[in-house]
């Protein structure tokens, strides 16, 4: 494969080569499957192209607008629960996959009944399990104007933001991922011994041992834009309580002022200023989803602002995050669930990360 001019590249062909060289790390002979909406053909073209040029196999899935709200508007039980064989056979047989985020309306899923949702996601858990195993799969975003209304900006400033969030605005995006690389590596080596970590803040005294987990360097291969190292806790240990500073968004609903109290491990009480229905009936789907899967730090201070979108909010610098579900088996973590539902503490402000006893982290900034 000849070596390319980044500096001759556009915004989005720029991307696809973070996305493919840095992230997906594409060979020759592999089959990678795409996968958006019709709202991110200048992306998903750019990533085929790029695809080709490394001598893989494309392979294209690109959904409809809304088509998400038409499933369950219209299926019955039977689509509801129904798994495709093809989708199985896609997911035991591709390579690496590249998911592109590109709703048209992220509020499309906000008047469905949550119990659907949540019995599709119970039936495809086997799939999602495969994928994660056995695909080099990354996940990013293409700014849609829902997501810059979302984020409270205009679509080309919006586009901006992403941009310099992934580095693809830098002369070379690829060794500022190696760089943050090297600095989430210096942080691990901190956590390396850790027992047992303690998140102190404004309604928050929360307990978590991690002893014996390991603390895993995400840097742009999964998530991308990336900036955090996480982990998954003792699925028994989680004692005390949490009030989480932004709202939380599954599937089209807003969760707002999300309160959880944990009693070895499992949420004993959960409430919310808003759609506190909504996030009960999520917590619900299956036992592990009472339990904390994931303890994350955002260590990406280059995203500064709270857009409604994890895929970013989650690595703002300064902030830890806590998923409820499905641990992931590299670092030690155990629980299994249909869910795994990522929400954000701010420690910016007066907020404390201790370990062991000691200050790690205050104010959001390492000590």
Known sequence: MKKISLCSLSPYEKMAYVLCDYSAKIKP?????????IQAEPLLSALYKRVLEHGAYPLVRMTIPEAEHMFYTHANDDQLKHVSDIALYEAKHIDAAIYVQSESNTKCLSEIDPAKIALTRQMRK?????????????LTLFPT???????????????????KALFA???????????????????????????????????????????????????????????EVFTGPVETSANGYIHFTYPVCL????????????????VIEARAGSNENFLKKMIDIDPGAKRIGELGIGTNYGIDRFIKNILFDEKIGGSIHLALGKSYTETGGKNKSALHWDMIKDLRDGGEFHVDGRVFQKNGKFV
């Open 169 to 227: 605005d830098k002369p070379d995006p690829v060794g500022e991922w190696r760089a943050l690389s090297k600095r989430q590596d210096r942080i691990i080596k901190g956590l390396a011994k850790a027992r047992e970590v303690r998140i102190l803040a404004k309604d928050t005294d929360l307990v978590l041992s991690v002893a014996g987990r390991k603390f895993i360097n995400s840097n742009g291969h999964r998530n991308m834009p990336c900036g």
């Open 29 to 37: 002979k592999e089959t990678v499957l795409l996968s958006g909406s």
């Open 145 to 163: 104007s829902a997501y810059a209304q979302d984020a409270g900006m205009s679509r080309i400033d919006f586009e901006q933001f992403v941009m």
């Open 251 to 266: 599937s089209g609903n807003e969760i707002k002022d999300v309160f959880l109290r944990f009693k070895n491990g499992k």
């Open 126 to 138: 086997h799939i999602s399990d495969i994928i994660m195993k056995r695909v080099r799969w990354t």
